[in-house]
């Protein structure tokens, strides 16, 4: 029978024996550090100290040093290496003129070979660090011996050529050096840059043979991708692969600006052909480099589509530019479908999305101009019909200009359509591709095990990409569709109507997807409504030129958008809803202004719209459309407010009806809390208003008309919860009036208004005896109290002038007598008094 430990016991034994393994660690580096000690040679006859006895062996290791051994002899010999080629350069710069051309020639080749051929012998004894130091001085002499041969034999050569030739010689050198001593890591790596200096030089340099720099940058790269690709050494193919990328990018923007800046198809032949050849390199680089090939042939794409597209820039009218690289770009899409790796397929798919929101960009003014360009109406409404779209806008720009813009936004819908039908559906999380059946593994994310899909394979796209390129079509098409009146500068009234149509069109089409037994809740339906709804925006703003347009537009929209409502459901359907409330308050608006009505009265007309909401919400009820119309038709009554706030006797009208109106709404249990509270308010401001229309300056009529419904409402409610506090009940309602009649009769001099309100204290709190209702005697006792105060006080001021001035003290020593002999009896009759009040409500 075998006893199995808990996990605690095991987890003790556990932190037991590491603590023996970390004292018998101690005791070992305690015994070494003793060894090493003895080890020196004596000093001052000393002999090494004795060894303690195992038992008294320390327990931790020394303090370490801070630097370690190989940090400090690499910090040695970079610093010696340094001040080697320094003390090189300052020889030959400064003190070559102190010796004959012999010596001069003897000294520094023989400075050199030793410097080169040291390393061999290090080597040998595995001093590699140094043989490293000691190489790279020979390296730099040699660039001293090449400066000096061109200032004592080669004086008359030109500076950039004689560069040139060094620059290829130092290059063959340093690597014959570095394959010849393959231990040292430096010389590989310089002769790849000295490299990438011999033809943009010669370039500079000029001459009948010399090639442009654009070339002589491309040729360069050629030559970097041939080192990344078939070299052993990793760090030549790293420095290579660096090489090539800031070379060949050179050569591209080269290209790319000649391009743009070519007048004829002869001018642009050249930069196109450097662009293909630099998209031919940078494509097979990609092909053969996995780890850059993304990067790469997106370089290549773009390299591709601005060869093409310059050319064909220079045969077509202004404003077809964009058109052009379009295409090109749309063309490299079909690299998707053809015998490529992934990562090159992606790559060139990112090259071509970039061109085409570049395109998509170049538009965006034209369509901007058409959404928002009808705001400029709102400071000329109705002034004069203008003859076509462009006038309407305001806009003054060539038809050159505009021409191209649809076609651009139909271009980039279509492939928009295309990308979200025809590709692949995207791989999941875990980088599977979602596909019903089976998972097929990413290559990119399946580095052992499964085999990575075969050359030409689809590569599936992320999950998002489909839905948010189905909605970006619908919006590009839209977007073509809206700026076709004014590219083809249409009569004003078919500018408005076609807008119309297509505003309407995108609200149906986001109803019906939202529809039963379609898909609901889709990006597409959501896309749709959001497009619908800015177009009838902008084409309501667009209608403001002429009447007949306005009310045609503000008439026709309210209805065509509860008629897309109908057939919607869930957001899009209260969306729709509340839209063509707000379209009926623009038309209740445009009704008001024709016929000529001024401001205060023109707020009546407004109120029809929460008016007909608040029908529609009975008719309605509970269903999910009401809440949201009534709630966005207040904003009309709030415009009604606004516009009859210069009007007193209007604005106090307009406060009414909002009140009859929410008192309507109120009647339904399910608008009853809110819509009984905001009724109430508005009938108390209609009151102060007209009150204050009146000129009445007396609170009480300010006050009453709120006090009288309060108490109502209160003994409605008593009756129906007796349990319910008097407070609650009756004392807003009493504080209404109480409180603003005592702050005015404080201040009134005249008699009737005290006395008022000396009787209406007093029955408030008969009333709270006889009722046995708490709030009622406060409140009245404390008024009544206060008043009485008010009318007595005079009284007093007189009485206590004409008493002796012992007697207020005399009178208060009584009365803490009176107090002090009474206590008990008083306490008693307090807590009988208090029992007596609790029981009250």
């Not at 790293?238 to 923007?253: I, K």
């Not at 006050?703 to 349990?723: F, K």
Request: hydrophobic share 60%.
């Amino acid at each position: 029978m075998e006893n199995v430990p808990t996990p605690a016991d095991e987890l003790a034994v556990i932190d037991r024996e590491l603590r023996q393994l970390d004292a018998r660690r101690g005791q070992l580096l305690a015994r070494r550090t003793w060894l090493l000690a003895a080890m020196r040679p004596p000093v001052a006859a000393s002999a090494a100290p004795p060894f303690p006895p195992p038992g008294t062996w320390p327990a931790g290791p020394r303090p370490q040093a801070e630097a370690s051994a190989p940090s400090v002899q690499n910090v040695l010999l970079t610093l010696g290496g340094i001040l080697l080629a320094v003390a090189a350069i300052a020889f030959t710069l400064v003190s070559w003129g102190h010796m004959g051309i012999g010596g001069r020639g003897a000294v520094l080749g023989a400075v050199t070979l030793a410097a080169l051929a040291t390393p061999v012998v290090l080597l040998r004894r595995g001093l590699v660090a140094t043989g490293e130091s000691v190489g790279v001085v020979g390296l730099v002499l040699l660039v001293l011996d090449a400066y000096a041969l061109h200032r004592v034999a080669l004086a008359d050569m030109g500076a950039l050529a004689y560069a040139a030739g060094v620059s290829a010689v130092l290059a063959g050198l340093w690597s014959a050096y570095g394959l010849a001593l393959p231990r040292l890591r430096t010389p590989l790596p310089a002769a790849v840059v000295a490299a990438q200096l011999p033809l943009p030089l010669w370039a500079l340099a000029g001459g009948a043979a010399a090639p442009s720099m654009e070339w002589a940058l491309l040729l360069t790269a050629v030559l970097d991708v041939a080192s990344a690709l078939w070299t052993r050494p990793v760090v030549v193919r790293r420095f290579a692969g660096v090489a090539a990328s800031v070379t060949g990018g050179l050569a591209v923007l080269t290209g790319l600006w000649q391009s743009l800046a070519a007048g004829s198809p002869a001018g642009a032949a050249e930069p196109a052909l450097l662009l293909l050849t630099a998209a031919a390199v940078a494509l097979f680089a990609a092909w053969r480099s996995p780890a850059a090939a993304v990067a790469v042939s997106v370089t290549a794409g773009l390299a591709a589509v601005a060869a093409v597209g310059g050319v064909i820039r220079t045969t077509v009218p202004q404003g077809w530019a964009a058109l052009g690289y379009l295409l090109c770009a749309t063309a490299l899409l079909a690299a998707v479908r053809a015998s490529l790796p992934g990562r090159v397929v992606r790559g060139l798919a990112w090259a071509s999305v970039a061109v085409q929101a570049a395109a998509a960009v170049s538009v965006l003014p034209a369509v901007l101009v058409s959404l928002a360009g009808p705001v400029t109406r709102l400071t000329d409404i109705w002034s004069a019909a203008p003859t076509g779209a462009r006038e309407a806008l305001d806009l003054d720009v060539p038809l050159p200009a505009l021409a191209a813009s649809p076609l651009v936004l139909a271009v980039l819908a279509a492939t928009a359509a295309l990308v979200s039908r025809r590709l692949p559906a995207g791989p999941d999380g875990n980088g599977t591709q979602t596909t019903p059946g089976r998972a097929t593994p990413d290559p990119e994310h399946a580095e052992a095990g499964p085999r990575p899909a075969a050359a030409g394979a689809p590569v599936p796209l992320p999950a998002w990409v489909r839905p948010a390129a189905a909605c970006g079509s619908l919006v590009l098409a839209w977007a073509a569709l809206l700026i076709l009146p004014v590219v083809l500068d249409l009569p004003y009234h078919v500018a408005v109507g076609w807008q119309l149509v297509l505003a309407v069109l995108l609200s149906l089409l986001g109803a019906v997807r939202t529809a039963p037994g379609a898909l609901r809740y889709t990006p597409l339906a959501y896309t749709a409504v959001v497009c619908g709804l800015v177009a009838s925006a902008s084409v309501a703003l667009l209608s403001l030129a002429t009447r007949p347009a306005t009310f045609a537009v503000l008439g026709a929209l309210p209805v065509l958008l509860i008629a897309a409502a109908f057939r919607a459901r869930g957001p899009v359907q209260q969306v729709l809803a509340c839209a063509a409330t707000v379209f009926a308050t623009g038309l209740a608006g445009a009704a008001a202004a024709a016929a000529g009505l001024q401001p205060h009265r023109a707020a009546l007309v407004l109120l029809l719209v929460p008016t007909a909401a608040a029908l529609a919400g009975a008719r309605l009820r509970r269903h999910p459309v009401a809440l949201p119309v009534e709630a966005v038709s207040a904003a009309s009554g709030l415009i009604a407010v606004a516009l009859s706030a210069g009007h007193a006797p209007t604005l106090a009208l307009v406060l009414a009806l909002c009140g009859v109106i929410a008192a309507g709404a109120a009647v339904r249990p399910e608008r009853r809390p809110a819509a009984a509270y905001l009724a109430a308010v508005l009938f108390v401001l209609a009151t102060w208003v007209r009150l204050f229309a009146f000129e009445v300056t007396s609170p009480e009529a300010y006050t009453l008309p709120v006090t009288v419904p309060a108490l109502l409402i209160g003994a409605l409610r008593r009756r129906r919860d007796p349990q319910a506090s008097s407070w609650t009940a009756y004392g807003p309602g009493l504080a209404a009036t109480l409180v603003p009649s005592l702050f005015a009769a404080w201040g009134d001099e005249h008699w009737p208004r005290p006395l008022l309100l000396g009787l209406a204290a007093l029955a408030v709190p008969l009333a709270g005896a006889r009722l046995r209702l708490q709030a009622l005697l406060v409140l009245g006792g404390a008024v009544l109290t206060l008043d009485a105060l008010h009318e007595l006080a005079p009284y007093v001021v007189q009485a206590v002038g004409a008493l002796p001035r012992w007697l207020p003290p005399a009178a208060a020593g009584l009365l803490l007598l009176a107090v002090g002999a009474t206590y008990e009896q008083r306490l008693r009759d307090a807590r009988r008094l208090k029992e007596t009040f609790g029981r009250m409500r």
